[in-house]
């Protein structure tokens, strides 16, 4: 929209089809979900967030962008709006005095806009004009060729107040992982994960890349999860999982034992698409079973490492193409 119509959708909202709440991973709307043709794709009224109009530095003129929630049709909240979801999740929380402290880690490769002579998708090249054949995991010079691409991402999020803080070259050619400072606000942090997953295409478009944070573009390679962590404190802002040893509190074992158990429930959440459970392959880091663990990356709930403040749970079973608000809504409950 234009600027100057952006006072009446402050003022009256704006009507979009319930039909968007119903969509695919190609935009096409599953019908079984009853909100496309068995409704006559009816209309519902959006409102703004509060506090969530955000400048788009990425574009070449100057935009904003503005999350939105659908009402039903009576004027109150759409139960499926998987933002409000999450919103009753915490809520439960905040009746017993708890506040989820959450921080969401998500995996992406970075890809040529032109495909390989076999027509297939490819890592991008580098600043130096070479393609990445090899993971050169951790490695820093290939994040120095990176550099346009990630100055210009930092200071997108710097404008947009994202909590980046750490790069990762990650375990395959052209995978990239990001860090988000942990939030105790569960809907923010969860917000600031959607709003950074479209910062990072739009960047990435700007510079000739395509983001792919598809879970498993490459059979042979690396998938990219979002590793949700997610800890527990009470209203003085303690955490109630922090001990000294490192296999935290009995809270904290509490939550795993809750997490397994809804696992096979939730997993059709965490793995919404077929090529979601390209992902789970022997040593390739996505975990294969129900398993948790101090310190150990091959399991589905670790215990990271660190001072006993931090102790928290790292849940390492979404892929990348995971909706967050529902994945966390999941995870909480």
Same mark, same amino acid.
């Given at each position: 929209i234009t600027r100057d119509a952006l006072e009446k959708v402050y003022q009256n909202g704006v009507c979009l089809p319930m039909s968007l709440i119903a969509t695919d991973i190609t935009g096409n709307t599953v019908e079984e979900t009853g909100l496309g043709y068995d409704i006559g794709d009816e209309d519902r009224i959006c409102r703004p967030v509060p506090g969530s109009l955000r400048v788009i530095p990425w574009q070449n003129r100057p935009m904003a962008q503005l999350l939105l929630e659908m009402e039903d049709g009576q004027g109150g909240v759409f139960a499926a709006n998987p933002r409000e979801v999450l919103k009753r999740v915490v809520q439960r929380y905040a009746d017993r005095g708890l506040t989820p402290v959450v921080a969401v880690e998500l995996e992406f490769y970075l890809l040529d806009k032109n495909r390989d002579a076999n027509g297939r998708p490819q890592p991008a090249r580098q600043t130096n004009g070479v393609r990445p054949q090899a993971p050169q995991v951790y490695g820093v010079y290939e994040l120095e060729q990176l550099q346009p691409f990630l100055d210009d991402l930092y200071s997108a999020c710097e404008a947009q107040g994202l909590p980046v803080r750490t790069a990762i070259s990650e375990y395959a050619p052209g995978q990239v992982e990001l860090t988000l400072e942990h939030r105790f606000d569960a809907l923010q942090a969860v917000d600031e994960g959607v709003r950074y997953k479209r910062l990072v295409k739009g960047v990435a478009n700007k510079h000739g890349y395509i983001a792919c944070f598809m879970a498993k573009p490459f059979g042979d390679l690396a998938g990219s999860g979002m590793h949700m962590h997610v800890s527990l404190a009470?209203?003085?802002?303690?955490?109630?999982?922090?001990?000294?040893?490192?296999?935290?509190?009995?809270?904290?074992?509490?939550?795993?034992?809750?997490?397994?158990?809804?696992?096979?429930?939730?997993?059709?959440?965490?793995c919404p698409n077929a090529n979601s459970y390209r992902r789970f392959?022997?040593?390739?880091?996505?975990?294969?079973?129900?398993?948790?663990?101090? @310190?150990? &990356?091959? *399991?589905?709930? %670790?215990?990271? /490492?660190?001072? =006993? @403040?931090? &102790?928290? *749970?790292?849940? %390492?079973?979404? /892929?990348?193409? =995971? @909706?967050?608000?529902?994945?966390?809504?999941?995870?909480?409950a």
């Open positions: 009470d209203e003085n802002g303690n955490n109630l999982m922090a001990s000294e040893d490192p296999h935290g509190t009995p809270l904290l074992k509490h939550a795993i034992g809750g997490m397994m158990a809804t696992l096979n429930d939730a997993l059709a959440i965490f392959q022997a040593n390739s880091y996505a975990p294969l079973a129900k398993s948790w663990g101090v @310190n150990n &990356r091959t *399991v589905s709930f %670790r215990v990271p /490492g660190g001072p =006993a @403040n931090s &102790r928290h *749970v790292e849940h %390492r079973i979404c /892929g990348a193409d =995971a @909706n967050p608000y529902l994945a966390a809504a999941a995870i909480l």
